[in-house]
């Protein structure tokens, strides 16, 4: 059932991430095409930035459940075995610390945001463009709870896979 979860939550978030990134890439071709035709589009740029920040987010939680953030893997694995499992252990302490703390402080930020709006669109509440603060911490927490059991294995065992070397020996395949 844990792998179930695992796979799902993958899925949902890689088709998110991939929509964020087709909607930036949209938003953009369609700010340049209106500025060749000299169409004024005074939304595009607060958007494009907005739009961005959610791609970076939601994209860095992605990242941590895959473990393809910066991490000290070699530092881990250069480690008495008796000691790798505390280190990853002290390590996730630290980064979820760290998501919780942004999750509840990005949740002050809605509170001290009620009432805004967005410059150019006065429609849309700067509480909704900036939901991505907490949520994304929340999502990288997620992630990271997701992700450990397999790195505490990796530790117990022969050590932490580095992700990068991963990604590079598969593209070599």
């Known amino acids: 059932m844990f792998d179930s979860l695992r796979t799902t939550f993958d899925r949902a978030l ?8 087709g909607s930036l890439a949209v938003m953009i071709l369609f700010g340049v095409l209106c500025r060749k035709l000299g169409i004024a589009v005074v939304w595009y740029d607060e958007g494009a930035s ?5 791609l970076t987010y939601y994209g860095a939680a992605l990242a941590a459940l895959k473990r393809a953030h910066i991490g000290f893997p070699g530092m881990v694995n250069a480690m008495p075995p ?7 252990l002290f390590g996730e302490v630290c980064v979820i610390g760290f998501f919780g703390l942004l999750t509840f402080y990005g949740f002050e930020v809605l509170r001290i945001l009620e009432g ?14 900036q939901s991505v603060i907490p949520i ?19 530790a117990r065992g022969r050590g932490i896979v580095d992700a990068e070397q991963k990604a590079v020996a598969e593209a070599l395949q």
């Open 14 to 21: 890689t088709a998110f991430v991939i929509f964020l990134l």
């Open 50 to 54: 907005i739009m961005l920040a959610w």
């Open 82 to 88: 008796r000691w790798r499992v505390p280190a990853v």
């Open 116 to 129: 805004d709006t967005m410059v150019s669109l006065p429609n849309v509440p700067t509480q909704l463009t």
């Open 136 to 154: 994304g911490g929340a999502l990288f927490i997620i992630a990271q709870l997701l992700s450990l059991p397999e790195v505490l294995q990796q």
